[in-house]
């Protein structure tokens, strides 16, 4: 049995040691890419909802249209943040 494991250890190739590498390299590109990518969508969705709370504090008879526009805006923050997910997490 270990002569079958020392075997495959002493298998790997160098070229199939840099194949690995870049692998790993674009796992955590993708890992990085993806957790910004929802680090920056949580944030401007806070900041939008934050806003608009204050808003309809301070005036609360246009209650209707900031939350028609808070929707709609974070509507468009979803949408650039799941398309970056996406870009983020093809290899």
């Given amino acids: 049995m270990l002569d079958i494991l ?6 790997v190739t160098p070229e ?3 194949e690995v590498a870049r ?3 674009s796992v955590v590109g993708a890992t990085i890419g993806a957790s910004l990518t929802v680090i920056g969508a949580a ?4 900041r ?6 204050e808003s309809i504090a301070r005036q609360p008879e246009a209650a209707g249209s900031i939350q028609t526009a808070m929707i709609i805006t974070a509507a468009l923050i979803e949408g650039v ?3 970056a997910l996406v870009i983020a997490l093809l290899k």
């Fill in 6 to 11: 020392l075997g495959a250890i002493q298998a």
């Fill in 16 to 18: 199939i040691e840099a």
């Fill in 23 to 25: 692998n790993l390299y």
């Fill in 43 to 46: 944030f401007g969705i806070g």
């Fill in 48 to 53: 939008i909802g934050m806003a608009a709370t």
């Fill in 81 to 83: 943040a799941l398309f």
